[in-house]
């Protein structure tokens, strides 16, 4: 669509239903409706907007780098930023990191085509259990995940996350009680106030939503908070490409008997060998056969 004079180009920040508020470049918030159900805007979206004399309406949605979605209440994907660089799967030494959870995550991310690093928080918590789950996320670092350790209270690895997001346009998800609110006000200590704001913007009042919201970081870059993110789907994802996902499979498939080996019951099978041998957590192995379980059914079903 070419772009028209009064047509201004920028940045959704915030959103609830079809309100939007969207930063111009000139750093001007317009609160904008869509033009239409074709558009289908998310935080994180590059804009084409249309001043009005009330709310500017949102014309185009620019060509994205990548598009993150979450999972509802019957599993389907459902767009929830976008151009987004990089998701960090926030862990805690209290609540214990769920092992499933954690390489749900991790499988997703990677099938939306986005970067994954890994963030443990609350660090300063009784040593036994820093060190359990220091050492549960050794595995995860010699695999090439990015690991951070920080404690948002007193304030070790906070420097080093700032550094890891400087530039880059990410967001954390995780399950409940492990501090994201808390990392979040760390990182952009305005963020309660802006979350307000934009939330009395979009007509929300004083409510902080569940909707996703821009923050700009310091170091520059972006940091998106979603409160309502508490799983991610693979309903996009065929069941065979799951394999490619767990990253300790791929140099050992090499070696399995069968080319198409989905390292579940076939003979001959490197990757079940690894498995029996220690050489890939038995925790690991049994959170992919329940995914790809879980995606076979999702698949049936929706042919059914």
Known sequence: MTQTAAQLDGRVVAGHGRRFVVETVTGERLICLTAGRSVQAVCGDRVRVEPG???????????????????????????????????LVTLAVEPRPEAFLTDKYLAAIGAMG???????????????GAVEADAYLGYFESLG???????????????????????????????????????LNALVPEARSRITELSAATGEGKHTTTSTTLHPLPGGGAL?????????????????????????FTGRATHCRFADCMHLTEPGCAV??????????????????????TMRQAKERKYD
């Open 114 to 128: 986005l970067a994954a690093s890994i963030l443990l928080n609350k660090i300063d918590l009784p040593e036994c």
């Open 145 to 183: 995940y990015k690991v951070f350790r920080v404690s948002t209270r007193s304030g070790p690895g906070l420097d080093a996350l700032r550094a890891g997001l400087a530039g880059k346009s990410s967001m954390l998800v995780g399950q409940s009680g492990v501090g994201k609110s808390s990392l």
């Open 224 to 248: 998106l908070d979603s409160p309502g993110i508490r799983d991610l789907s693979l309903a996009h994802c065929p069941p065979e490409a799951l394999k490619s996902l767990f990253r300790e």
């Open 272 to 293: 079940r060998m690894a498995v029996e041998q220690n050489e890939i957590p038995a925790s690991r192995y049994s959170s992919y056969k329940k995914l790809v379980i």
């Open 53 to 87: 004399l009330d709310d500017a309406l949102i014309r185009e949605v620019l060509p994205r780098t990548s598009l993150f979605s979450k999972a509802d209440d019957r599993g389907r994907s459902v767009p929830a930023a976008a151009n987004l660089d990089q998701v």
